[in-house]
């Protein structure tokens, strides 16, 4: 297969989404990009940033501060043509001619392409569940979604969240306010299970209850109860004889890959769309992006991955070679105002982890880290989530971390300080003809350390 394409002719996207938006940015700088470029969207909307749905239903921006910028105007002159673009709102993709390089769509249209790109996103998943169908049920997923609940708040009432990840707690707290009696439903043991361990998920439990959200873990909904004119009133609990009265139930347990219009196509399909390294999908005609691609294993829901996908994509669609895509770690940042938290890597510590702690809960700061042979594999950061970006690059560095374990909780100046220190001493050895070792490595190995707020002055004594 020819991954790198020269192509000057017509490029047709199907979406209109933050995967589509970024990859047209993307291809309107590069040389070499298709003369003609057509964006097929089934949304009547612009395209917008979907990650600021939750602070737009809280109230905490406008409309407008969803949509997102072009750069087609007002920029210099590129040394290069840029290509001509087309966004089609409002026009659903139905079929996929592959044999004739056709697109079918829902008003009759037929579009040509010389290379398609889908990029249609995902949805809500819907589980298993009586009375998904009736009024004031559905997703937290797009604008149409997040109008829908904006809508129904104005009568106010209770609210249900299943779901207590990232998403659901989002849009649990945009509820709140706008005036709902909200209870979250999370089927984990503790909120936000994939991304923070059980102390830090407590801490975030009390913050929103005291902030007037109801919280139930362990929870198992069965069944959601309807009136008789088909609205929804409230929802039964596995193991509960009472019902938790709801009018409006909010589903945001996952989401489920728009994959329909490449597997009618009879693209390669397993979860999502199956692409290779360079986003081509068994069709070196058509290629797939975003949340209904599938690589190797991984389907996608986050925006850094999403995002190193289009510059491996847009570099091969104006025939340029490029590094090819590859999986990596990404940090999740809880979106609530007024609560910082930071996490990447393993959830809950193995037995080969060295685990360090900093718990100062009249404060309101936890911090916890994961370390492997000397290095950062995992950190959960809630309160002062300054760190944490640089936490994650020592992780992605591979930075070995050896006797500055515990300036670690500290902070950024004082490990970087032990470790130019270190490196120092290492290279005076070296200059003077002395073999010392690694400059990361220890006269011995440590324990493992756990620091709170009470022993907090004996870490900085040990760093």
Same mark, same amino acid.
């Given at each position: ?49 979907? &990650?600021?749905?939750?602070? #737009? ?60 790109? &889908? ?36 009568? +106010?009432?209770?609210?249900?969240? &299943? ?122 005609? &058509? ?95 809630? +309160? ?5 970006? #640089? ?73």
């Amino acid at each position: 297969m020819n991954h790198f394409p020269v192509l000057h002719q017509h490029l047709v996207i199907v979406g209109n989404g933050m995967a589509a938006h970024r990859l047209v940015e993307s291809l309107r700088k590069l040389p070499g990009a298709p003369s003609r470029i057509t964006v097929i969207g089934e949304e009547h909307s612009a395209a917008y940033n979907r &990650i600021m749905l939750s602070p #737009w239903l809280a109230g905490e921006i406008d409309h407008a501060g969803l949509l997102l910028p072009s750069s087609a105007a007002g920029q210099p002159e590129e040394v290069h043509a840029a290509p001509h673009v087309e966004t089609r709102q409002g026009l659903r993709a139905t079929t996929i001619d592959r044999a004739g390089h056709q697109l079918h769509c829902a008003n009759g249209e037929v579009i040509d392409y010389n290379h398609l790109v &889908i990029a249609t996103g995902s949805r809500s998943f819907m589980p298993e569940l009586a009375g998904l169908k009736l009024k004031g049920v559905g997703g937290f997923r797009d604008l149409q979604d997040a109008e829908n609940l904006a809508s129904n708040t104005r009568k +106010g009432g209770a609210a249900v969240v &299943i779901g207590g990840g990232l998403l659901g707690l989002e849009a649990a707290e945009g509820l709140r306010k706008r005036g709902m009696q909200v209870t979250v439903l999370q089927r984990s043991d503790r909120l936000m299970n994939r991304q923070l361990d059980t102390t830090a998920a407590r801490m975030l439990t009390r913050e929103l209850e005291s902030r007037g959200l109801y919280i139930i873990t362990a929870a198992d909904p069965t069944e959601i109860i309807g009136n008789d004119q088909g609205q929804v009133c409230g929802i039964r609990l596995a193991g509960r004889t009472d019902v938790i009265a709801a009018d409006q139930v909010v589903i945001a347990a996952g989401i489920t890959p728009n994959i329909e219009l490449g597997l009618d196509a009879g693209l390669d399909c397993q979860h999502a769309i199956l692409v290779d390294e360079y986003l081509a999908t068994s069709d070196p005609d &058509i290629s797939a992006l975003g949340e209904c691609c599938q690589f190797q294993n991984s389907t996608y829901g986050l925006v850094d991955p999403i995002w190193r996908q289009v510059d491996v994509l847009a570099k091969r669609l104006c025939g340029q070679p490029g590094e090819p895509y590859r999986d990596q770690d990404s940090a999740t940042k809880l979106k609530i105002s007024g609560i910082s938290l930071y996490a990447f890597g393993p959830t809950d510590a193995a037995p080969h982890h060295e685990v360090l702690s900093y718990h100062d809960p009249e404060q309101g700061e936890y911090r916890r880290l994961l370390l492997h042979a000397g290095r950062l594999e995992g950190a959960v950061l809630y +309160g002062d989530t300054r760190m944490g970006p #640089w936490l994650f690059q020592l992780a992605q560095d591979a930075t070995h971390l050896d006797g500055v374990r515990q300036s670690l909780l500290l902070g950024q100046a004082d490990t970087e300080a032990l470790l130019t220190e270190r490196l120092t001493q290492h290279q005076i050895r070296e200059s003077h003809g002395e073999f010392a070792g690694p400059a990361h490595a220890d006269s011995k190995n440590s324990d493992s350390k756990n620091s709170d707020s009470k022993n907090n002055a004996a870490a900085q004594e040990a760093a």
